[in-house]
């Protein structure tokens, strides 16, 4: 067998993998996961507007949120084994392309490879808490550390700017496209009734614009932090929710922002039934 037949079944055979039932299965399961991650952020920022501020609203406290209740470790184990599928779909995504007529361009599959690589580490985190790391740091922690760190070295304040403005962007692309119902393009919508779909619609327009603030936020403080080159003025997902209680609107938007999170949750789980994921 000549190296280039060789090449070809072993893709053949990763192809083949990646359209595979259970790889579709991974990826709902995945998305559900997120969903409910994005829930708990959601109702533990609530928790915050209304004055009970002693938990995170993050990832870290989502997974304590949990820990603390009867069967609450099976449930952070299957978190992770969705999260495990949702990097594994990603980057199966990465390789072969996303679902979609321009599924295969280069921009898709590096979007796709960076959400491979971000739910991988937070897969792996869930599954460090579990091992009994129960104490981690929180996701504004995270942020200071990190920042601190890569402002340490040369030229590493300018890929905090840089990766601040990239976050902003992404954010801002997410306010865009949930206005805009782009996320609609994912779904299979076959099988929805007209009541079905514009149900679809609202929880997705809600959800995916609260996303791009909570993520447009987060970005601009990176972003001032490397301005300032002072890493504490880094914010996880937790410091953005609680800064945006310091506006003028006061909590009352944080609230409004945080029950968008609970929206996005939903629509997430809406997504694990009808969203095409076999990759392109």
Not at 19 to 44: C, D, E
Not at 130 to 159: E, F, I, V
Not at 162 to 172: F, P, T
Request: glycine share 14%.
């Amino acid at each position: 067998m000549t190296v280039k037949s060789m090449n070809h079944n072993v893709r053949a055979v990763g192809r083949e993998a990646a359209a595979s039932r259970w790889m579709r299965w991974l990826a709902r399961a995945g998305l559900v996961a997120r969903g409910v991650n994005y829930m708990l952020i959601g109702v533990l920022a609530v928790q915050i507007g209304f004055g009970a501020g002693g938990k995170e609203a993050d990832r870290s406290g989502a997974l304590q949120a949990v820990a603390r209740h009867t069967g609450g470790t099976l449930v952070l184990w299957l978190l992770a084994v969705g999260f495990a599928g949702l990097t594994l779909w990603r980057l199966a995504e990465a390789v072969w392309g996303q679902a979609g007529p321009k599924g295969h361009k280069a921009s898709k599959r590096l979007a796709s490879l960076a959400r491979g690589i971000f739910y991988g580490f937070v897969c792996v985190s869930a599954v460090s808490f579990l091992m009994g790391n129960g104490g981690q740091s929180s996701g504004n922690d995270q942020s200071k550390d990190l920042s601190a760190k890569l402002m340490s070295l040369p030229g590493g304040r300018w890929l905090i700017l840089l990766i601040g403005l990239v976050v902003v962007g992404a954010g801002v692309a997410m306010v865009v496209g949930g206005v805009r119902k782009k996320f609609l393009k994912h779904l299979n919508q076959s099988g929805l009734t007209s009541r079905s779909r514009r149900i679809i619609e609202t929880l997705g327009t809600v959800g995916v614009s609260a996303r791009g603030i909570v993520f447009g936020v987060a970005g601009a403080f990176l972003a001032v932090a490397a301005l300032s080159f002072d890493a504490k003025k880094a914010q996880g997902v937790d410091g953005s929710l609680r800064k945006i209680a310091t506006t003028p609107l006061g909590p009352w938007l944080l609230i409004t922002v945080a029950l968008g999170l609970v929206t996005f949750g939903v629509y997430s789980c809406c997504e694990a039934r009808w969203r095409n994921v076999q990759p392109g």
